[in-house]
């Protein structure tokens, strides 16, 4: 875009009134205005009388006429403003020739608004008061004396579209702290000047010099705010110096860009601030940047990252008294001294959406190689124009005797204002060759040593750093809105459709469920009578009460048996939902278990009461009946699904993950049952779909995984798991620009999420764009720093006292708060733990079976090699981080990794595809060490299977300074080895691990896994029980548990197995740990605690065959002969595969006669 040309066009400049003014001598003094711009008067006004009011009409105007070719230009606008001297003149006095003028003050007008495409504005700027003017001492009543000001000009200097593509650059340099003891207050007057190039128009650099810099002992902080100061020299009125509406705020330093924003650097910043030796400036410089200027700068940032900041200092030139025209004679060389150089990352501009970066840089000695290789510049903005910025540094400035006289044609003077008063020198006259012109790849001859540089050494021993701020009026890289991202993701995901309303009152819905309850009755009438009316017909009314229990019983068996028990739930099932929503109005999530518990119990009583109205309506009292409710819980589903995919049972997995969420996808046709059973599981809850998308990935089913993640973000699409997670699966299906919606609007919605800036991260690496991966990490590395620091406030000092009676495992799911899975129970004993009728085998029976499918082959893009190679490397070069020890003999079975990162709520949970490779963490894992963004990251990978992004991320952390070898990422590479069945690696990365903590529950935990699937079932053994012997539980302790007492059962320690499920069962109870305390009392001969083990298992899982078998075996060995049967049936259609165990029942029955009906 070219820009528009300015020839020609005028700023016109009018002062109309001028307010609570007073004078030297008398209550009306006359006064003029004499406006000046760019160290040139523009004109002076009539001379006007004041009022006794202190009222002044001026009405004066002057202007600027702009011209590119060597004039004022847009960006003089930008950085230089207008000065407005209000002067008094004084009576003449007898013998006087000439009137005598005193200066009353000065005002300052900011002309930026001209740059921002407007064509004109008024103001009411405050008139400053020169020292020693009476101006100081305003009128009783009155205000600070101002004038009115109005600019205007004929047209838009800028059209709206100029305005848009143009851009306004802010430099403000603070202090310099910490500077070398050599600079002393004392002595020849230095001036310390800082300075930068910032780009031009065409390959041409506009040196941006920051002089005066004011050395302070210290002793105190510099106060904050405090007002930015013009880069001009010697303006009149103090309170001139200042530009309007803008201060240096300061701020935290964790929120910097610079090289002095951790933690260790806090106590030395203090210091140097506080104590030590700085310059102060406080100046800001702008330049206004073209369209072309504004490419240039971006493309520079690219090319160069680091850009050179020098600081100097040299001898202050004065001019002696009665020759103004001449400069004293300095000697050229040696004049700089103390050449410095601060190397500014600028490539946070290029993040999307940044307009500013603040930050401390060190101050290094200059040489030319160490900045040409940093910033592939060889152009010194002090060295290359030392010359003009000597000699312009002299004791002089505006409204100074060295002013010039009154010229009104600009031009003539254009030799005397292209020198810089402000700083700013022209590119025409220091003919400074840009960064890009001055980049080759030529080695540097004749570079000045180290030791020919000691006054620039002096600023390393001091630690000198420069405090500066760089600011843009517009970011260089938009940021998409939130509200755009929002709507994108709409688009791919459109919302959930709500459900259907219903519309009834409270009344109608008790009315409703006093119909279902008079159905149910009578369907379960009609049962009895189908079952028993003709022995009710035989011998009338005298049954006894034996006959009725086992009469009971029978029928309770049959309802089961034929699903109409759990249909008859399910009739009911809406009719109590009503009368929750419309009679306790009850249609939020309860605030605590408590609360859940209490409204349950109100509302048991309330339908107990209500089902009794409706029994004695439409029968008799005494015939009314109620059956036994076997209640699987979400959480529970969860557990045995997470069992079933450590035993490479992924068709049952998926059998209980779309009972949870009530799958729309290709459902499999289930028993009549088990749907009824579980239908309708919470589908508004997006954690199950999470869930379930989490089981497809592992199976590697990528294209459903896909629908239920998009599924969750349907209901909620402020979902931040949700959203990176979509963002995962579209990265896996390559639809990068999906997944660039997903992982943006996550941070934008979360913007302190460290696995959401991580995951961006790395899918800009993957996109190859290299400054927004830096951006990413760096923000990510930023938030976990915050977050650590205010984890360890918090938790200093505290310590958890867990109690040793009972131990919840919680919830295994990753994606919400932790819920207990079963209800605490205290005692150690098996009769202590509450079990479902002793003498019903099972209350839910299978109808039809589902064939078996294969197990997935994980496919990984392994790294193995490199990152083995940079292990090594990194182990031998620096010692391992995260290799601390106990601090107490007390603490020994507790892990080294005692510095917490967090504490969470959260699991830790780490699904396999293999069986039990797969990590479900408790509520007592260990506690976590400071873990790096990658390593958080890969956490969150392994909990949703996405393995195929964990070895970049371990290739990062292995990398990372905060990084490197330890146990957490040995037993991250352990994992997804394992994951592939590949031992040997395995055993390895386990042995690296245990190194490093060999007290880590976990490391032993996985052994134990690795040792049972390479059947090596004695080690196995071995690393179980010491994982179980330590104090802190390992994240995975229920399959643990059960491997364990596998293991005891293979090598027939009962008592030991017995023992070992028990505890299982206590944490978290599932079909398989009920099994195998069912086989333990079953060994010991222990039959009635068998049957009740083996009737929990049966009522978690009526799809076990194992459980039938033994179900069939104590039925056989206590005589039952009918329930013997049926067990035997469901062994036989559920296609037992242990043939040792169906030769065991066949040799019982045998033995007892009976058993098997097809003989």
């Known amino acids: 875009m070219e820009q528009a040309s300015s020839t020609g066009r005028t700023v016109h400049i009018t002062v109309t009134n001028g307010y609570d003014l007073k004078g030297f001598k008398g209550d009306t003094p006359v006064t003029f205005v004499r406006a000046e711009f760019n160290q040139a008067v523009l004109g002076d006004s009539a001379k006007t009388t004041v009022s006794p009011e202190g009222t002044a009409k001026y009405s004066f105007t002057s202007s600027v006429e702009l011209s590119p070719d060597g004039g004022v230009t847009l960006d003089d606008l930008a950085h230089k403003p207008l000065f407005l001297t209000v002067t008094e003149v004084l009576p003449k006095e007898k013998k006087q020739k000439d009137e005598k003028t005193l200066t009353l003050g000065q005002a300052v007008v900011d002309l930026l608004p001209l740059l921002e495409g407007e064509d004109s504005f008024e103001t009411t700027v405050p008139l400053h008061p020169v020292q020693g003017s009476p101006l100081e001492t305003p009128l009783p009543g009155s205000k600070q004396c101002s004038l009115d000001v109005k600019v205007f000009v004929t047209e838009p200097l800028l059209t709206a579209a100029q305005v848009s593509a143009s851009n306004l650059l802010k430099v403000t340099l603070e202090a310099a702290y910490s500077v070398p003891e050599s600079f002393m207050p004392v002595g020849p007057q230095q001036n310390y000047m800082v300075g930068l190039q910032v780009p031009s128009v065409g390959e041409k650099d506009y040196p941006m010099v920051f002089k005066n810099g004011n050395l302070k002992l210290g002793g105190e902080r510099e106060p904050v705010p405090r007002p930015k100061k013009w880069p001009i020299a010697n303006i009149l009125a103090p309170g001139a110096n200042n530009i309007p509406d803008a201060f240096i705020v300061g701020g935290p330093y964790e929120e910097e860009e610079g090289e002095l924003n951790h933690p260790e650097d806090k106590e030395f910043r203090n210091q140097a601030e506080c104590i030590k030796k700085r310059i102060v400036w406080d100046l800001e410089s702008r330049c206004y940047l073209d369209p072309s200027a504004v490419a240039s700068f971006q493309k520079r940032i690219a090319d160069c990252r680091l850009w050179p900041v020098e600081i100097t200092r040299v001898p202050l030139v004065t001019v002696p008294k009665g020759k103004p025209g001449k400069l004293e004679k300095a000697d050229d060389e040696n004049q700089l001294s103390f050449h410095g150089v601060a190397y500014v990352n600028m490539v946070p501009l290029l993040y999307p959406g940044v307009k500013r970066i603040r930050g401390a840089f060190h101050v290094y000695p200059y040489l030319d190689s160490t900045v040409f290789e940093k910033t592939k510049c060889l152009f010194s903005i002090f060295r290359d124009t030392g010359h003009h910025l000597v000699h312009n540094n002299k004791a002089g400035g505006l409204n100074s005797p060295l002013s010039k006289p009154v010229s009104k044609n600009l031009k003539e003077e254009k030799a005397v204002k292209d020198k810089e008063i402000d700083g700013r020198a022209r590119p025409g006259d220091l003919q400074a060759p840009s960064i890009k012109s001055q980049s080759s790849d030529t080695p540097l001859e004749g570079e000045t040593p180290l030791s020919h540089n000691l006054e620039g050494q002096q600023y390393l021993e001091a630690g000198t750093y420069i405090v500066l701020e760089i600011q843009l009026d517009k970011a260089l890289v938009p940021k998409r809105m939130p509200e755009e991202l929002a709507r994108r993701v709409k688009e791919m995901i459109p919302p959930r459709p709500p459900l259907t309303r219903r519309t009834g009152g409270a009344q109608k819905a008790v009315s409703d469920y006093h119909t279902q309850i008079k159905s149910i009755s009578r369907a379960i009438l009609d049962e009895y009578h189908r079952m028993f009316g003709k022995q009710v017909i035989k ?104 069992e079933a995919e450590v035993n490479e049972n992924f068709e049952m997995a998926a059998v209980y993950y779309e009972e949870i969420t009530v799958c729309i996808f290709h459902l499999k046709i289930m028993a009549v049952s088990l749907a009824i059973q579980r239908l309708v599981r919470e589908p508004q809850n997006l954690d199950h779909w999470l869930d379930y998308g989490a089981f497809c990935l592992l199976t590697e089913d990528i294209t459903k995984a896909q629908e239920c993640f998009r599924k969750a973000l349907s209901l909620n699409e402020s979902h931040i798991h949700s959203l990176l997670l979509c963002g995962v699966l579209a990265v896996l299906m390559e639809n990068y620009e999906q997944a660039e919606i997903f992982f943006e609007d996550a941070t934008c919605l979360e913007p302190t999420s460290v696995i959401a800036w991580t995951l961006l991260g790395l899918f800009y690496e993957i996109q190859n764009n290299d400054i927004r991966m830096e951006m990413a990490f760096h923000e990510a590395f930023k938030q976990l720093q915050a977050r650590t620091l205010q984890t360890k406030l918090k938790s200093a000092g505290t310590v958890e006292n867990i109690d040793d009676g009972v131990k919840m495992e919680h919830s295994f799911g990753p994606w919400g708060a932790m819920h207990d899975s079963a209800t605490a129970m205290k005692s150690e004993g098996l009769t202590g733990i509450k079990l479902r009728s002793s003498h019903m085998l099972s209350s839910h029976l299978p109808a039809e079976l589902q064939s078996q499918p294969q197990g997935p082959s994980t496919v990984l893009s392994s790294l193995d090699e490199f990152i083995e190679e940079s292990s090594k490397a990194h182990s031998e070069s620096q010692e391992p981080i995260m290799t601390l020890q106990p601090l107490e003999p007390s603490l020994a079975q507790k892990s080294s990794n005692v510095l917490l990162k967090e504490l969470t709520g959260k699991k830790e949970t780490s699904k396999c595809q293999d069986s039990s490779t797969f990590l479900h963490s408790t509520s007592h894992a260990i506690p976590q060490a400071p873990a790096t963004i990658f390593m958080e990251t890969i956490r969150f990978l392994m909990k949703v299977n996405a393995v195929q992004f964990v070895h970049r991320v371990l290739a990062h952390e292995l990398l990372c300074p905060q990084g490197g070898p330890s146990c957490e990422y040995y037993l991250a590479l352990a994992q997804t080895h394992l994951l592939k069945k590949d031992f040997a690696k395995t055993e390895e990365y386990l042995q690296q691990a245990a190194q490093m903590d060999y007290l880590n529950p976990n490391v032993w935990g996985v052994k134990g896994h690795l040792y049972f699937l390479s059947g090596d079932h004695a080690e196995a053994k071995a690393c179980y029980e010491r994982t179980v012997s330590f104090v ?56 009635t605690e068998a049957e009740d083990a083996l009737s929990e298992a049966n009522a978690l899982n009526n799809y076990n065959a194992e459980v039938w078998a033994y179900l069939a075996l104590v039925c056989l060995k206590v005589g039952r002969q009918l329930e013997a049967e049926q067990a035997y049936k469901y062994t036989i259609k559920l296609k037992l595969k242990d043939e040792a165990l169906l030769t065991e029942i066949h040799t019982v029955q045998e033995m007892v006669g009976f058993g098997d009906p097809s003989f």
């Open 1032 to 1087: 802190v539980d390992a994240s995975e302790m229920h399959f643990i548990f059960l491997r364990l007492g596998h293991i005891y059962l293979e090598e027939k320690e009962y008592e030991k197995a017995k023992r070992t499920y028990m505890q299982a069962c206590k944490r978290s109870p599932s079909c398989l740990t009920w099994l195998g305390l069912g086989i333990a009392c079953y060994r010991l001969e222990e039959l």
């Open 539 to 642: 011998v009338g009314s005298d049954v006894d009460s034996e006959t009725l229990e086992e009469q009971k019983c029978q029928l309770n068996y049959e309802l089961n048996c034929s699903g109409k028990y759990f249909a008859f739930k399910e009739q009911l099932k809406h009719a109590v939902v009503k009368i929750v929503r419309e009679k306790y109005l009850k249609t939020t999530a309860f605030e605590s278990q408590e609360e859940l518990q209490t409204f349950i119990s109100e509302l048991y009583v309330f339908l107990v009461d209500q089902m009794h109205v409706a029994l004695n309506q439409s029968m008799p009292d005494g015939m009314q009946g109620t059956a036994s409710t076997i209640h699987t819980s979400s959480e529970q589903l969860r557990l045995f699904a997470f």
